[in-house]
């Protein structure tokens, strides 16, 4: 998943600098134009660093993390102790692909800037793609790490108490 997220990576890099030449003088939307050298700085820094921090560096802060940093249901249980390098890996394609994600996502926005398209229809189109494809890997995030399972030594530690279950006094 290393090889795929930095095969996108570099390849929004090379066609966001292969392409910069190809941009007006003034880049958005007539209302709040934007100088090419701004645009340039800005989408460039955002299209070099964002998908860094959302993938290996979202990783490399949790490996060196000793507990917590992930808010997923159960955490406490998958990211702690002996259970949390094995969860940490098998994260890692997951953040990887969200963060692939995220630069293909850039990569179309510096598309419609180059062909001029001003319909914000485009803009909501790509956000609402972006916003399914995120909410999937959300999905998929949490069929992955489970209800902690009930230990045969006694009663679960993660499971509510009989007590506080709706009903009971």
């Known amino acids: 998943m290393h090889a795929l997220f930095y095969a996108v990576w570099l390849a929004h890099l090379t066609f966001f600098l292969g392409t910069a030449n190809g941009l007006p003088e003034l880049?958005?939307?007539?209302g709040k134009p934007l100088s090419?050298?701004?645009y340039l700085a800005l989408?460039?820094?955002?299209?070099l660093l964002l998908p860094l921090f959302c993938g290996p560096g979202l990783l490399a802060l949790l490996r060196r993390m000793r507990s917590g940093?992930?808010?997923?249901?159960?955490?406490a249980y998958w990211f702690t102790g002996e259970r949390r390098a094995a969860s940490l890996q098998r994260l890692q394609p997951h953040v990887l692909m969200i963060a692939t994600w995220i630069t293909l996502f850039l990569s179309a926005l510096h598309a419609m800037e180059l062909l001029q398209l001003r319909d914000e229809r485009w803009?909501?189109?790509?956000?609402?793609?972006?916003?399914?494809?995120?909410?999937a890997h959300t999905l998929r995030l949490l069929?992955?790490?489970?209800?902690?399972?009930?230990?045969?030594?006694?009663?679960?530690?993660?499971?509510v108490p009989d007590r506080y279950r709706r009903g009971q006094p």
Do not use: E, W
């Open 43 to 47: 989408m460039g820094g955002i299209g």
């Open 143 to 159: 069929r992955l790490f489970p209800a902690p399972p009930t230990t045969p030594n006694g009663p679960d530690k993660h499971k």
């Open 27 to 30: 880049v958005g939307s007539p």
């Open 69 to 75: 940093g992930v808010n997923l249901p159960h955490a």
């Open 123 to 135: 803009v909501i189109g790509l956000a609402g793609l972006l916003m399914l494809t995120l909410a």
């Open 36 to 38: 090419r050298d701004a």
